[in-house]
């Protein structure tokens, strides 16, 4: 254990030695990020989201049941009273999406964190799991086992459901979506009946539910695939996006010890979107340590660092040079599979009232993401949205979600973006939406929906052809559409 903690400890001094180059300035920057007021608590009867743009009056929160039967029951009478009472009912775990796909106008909102049990079949290496349980409780539960997730975001502190809801995808090297590690889930439908969806039964609700943004009917519990808790050692070089796709062939795709891999694109004014760096994680044979956590203290330093380079260029060639100089430690930087995956989002937490950091996300076919790359430099350029960070990351083609985002092997690049609070800013990010759109289907790719609703109907069915069989089908299964968000309002 001394020599993982050492480990770990070396390379987050070392991380803060060269974040505190300037003490003084530094010390400043620290006290800017401090000087802004509390967030506004919301208020008793509104729901948001994380976008912090959303907020909405409901007709009331209703919190789950943690016990199954007594929260099956709950949820049986709200949807009659919702039925009743002509109510629309929404569906939020840790509300990361963007575009009010969990709030509805003076509808019922319902909160399913409660309901997080969870029991591992050794046997089979299946998780049993409520929805509303977040990826971090399962790496806990799942640590003392020596057991680990299939495939996860990045970050630890979003639900289950939700991430299925959305249908997220990980960094796991050659994983298609979460829902690949789903073998089953059970499903509270509009009338009140639970069913089971698995691929040979409901095969058609499995596929809708699975990015289904909460429509269908209200997730339960569900069976998820687990793996073993592995030691692994990171890497990282520096090459050239143009070589993106055929450096991550040699280095990741043919390396069989490889499990987690990302890049990301250097977004400074200097050398802009002309630099990358390629990270990924190879299996050691090292002694596995149980899961730590890292102390607040690095972590708020870490984000420190993160939140300087906010309209600012001189910290955002500090990360870039902070973050490059992982590759001199690669050698002494050794973690747990679940310590890798147990990062929150806390660590990059907007803590200014009077902005807010969006997310983007555009899935590329391998080999158009070197065209595309060159189409995004004029266009993010042009645009008066600050931008903080850009990450590259593989998903194999989806079998599984009716409405896939990725339909063969792709890139995914998660851009964000720090806005403003201001109509000028959010007309500002509604052209650049647009604009990167339409350099995603110019190269053949499509964009992802939890984000904010800044595409228009029409556009949306470019790059989701199946868009209208997916209402459609809404209708079929919910035909009073009982659930509903911003979302369907938005886009049916």
Not at 377 to 391: A, C, E, F, W, Y
């Amino acid at each position: 254990m001394q020599k993982h903690h050492k480990n770990t400890l070396w390379l987050s001094l070392l991380l803060l030695v060269l974040a505190v180059i300037s003490i003084p300035a530094l010390h400043l920057l620290k006290t800017k990020l401090n000087e802004h007021p509390k967030i506004e608590q919301m208020p008793s009867g509104y729901r948001d989201d994380v976008s912090q743009l959303n907020k909405t009056k409901v007709h009331k929160i209703v919190d789950v049941a943690e016990d199954p039967v007594a929260m099956q029951n709950q949820l049986k009478e709200i949807l009659i009273y919702a039925k009743q009472h002509h109510l629309k009912v929404s569906i939020s775990g840790a509300k990361h999406s963007m575009g009010g796909h969990t709030i509805y106008p003076d509808g019922i909102a319902l909160n399913m964190l409660p309901y997080k049990h969870m029991n591992l079949d050794e046997q089979s290496n299946i998780l049993s799991i409520g929805s509303g349980a977040t990826w971090q409780q399962a790496l806990q539960y799942l640590d003392g086992f020596g057991k680990s997730i299939v495939v996860m975001q990045s970050f630890s502190d979003f639900s289950i459901g939700g991430s299925l809801s959305v249908n997220g995808h990980g960094w796991q090297k050659s994983s298609s979506p979460i829902s690949s590690s789903v073998e089953s889930f059970t499903l509270m439908k509009a009338n009140g009946e639970i069913v089971n969806c698995s691929r040979t039964e409901n095969p058609e609700l499995f596929k809708l539910v699975i990015g289904g943004y909460g429509l269908f009917g209200i997730i339960l519990d569900l069976q998820i695939k687990v793996v073993d808790n592995a030691t692994l050692k990171f890497h990282s070089i520096a090459i050239d996006p143009q070589q993106y796709t055929e450096n991550y062939q040699k280095l990741v795709s043919d390396n069989p010890q490889v499990q987690f891999a990302y890049g990301r694109l250097r977004i400074s004014d200097k050398h802009f979107l002309e630099q990358a760096t390629l990270n990924y994680f190879t299996k050691t044979d090292e002694k596995l340590m149980p899961l730590v956590q890292q102390q607040s203290k690095n972590a708020e330093v870490r984000r420190i660092v993160f939140r300087g380079s906010v309209g600012n260029e001189y910290g955002k060639r500090l990360r870039w040079d902070l973050e490059s100089s992982l590759s001199k430690v690669s050698p002494y930087a050794v973690f747990s599979r679940n310590e890798i995956l147990s990062e929150q989002a806390r660590l990059i937490e907007n803590k200014d009232p009077n902005s807010t950091d969006l997310l983007h996300e555009y899935f590329i076919p391998k080999q158009y993401l070197a065209a595309f790359i060159q189409d995004l430099k004029p266009i993010l350029k042009d645009s008066k949205v600050d931008l903080l960070n850009i990450t590259i990351r593989e998903i194999q083609q989806d079998q599984d979600a009716f409405m896939n985002y990725a339909r063969e092997d792709v890139f995914g690049l998660v851009f964000l973006f720090n806005q403003k609070k201001t109509a000028e800013q959010e007309q500002d990010m509604r052209t650049l939406t647009n604009r990167i759109l339409d350099a995603a289907l110019k190269n053949q790719g499509t964009y992802y929906l939890p984000y904010r609703l800044h595409i228009s109907r029409e556009k949306m069915r470019l790059a989701y052809p199946q868009a209208d069989e997916f209402f459609a089908l809404k209708k079929k299964y919910d035909a009073d559409e009982i659930f509903s968000n911003r979302f369907y309002l938005h886009y049916r």
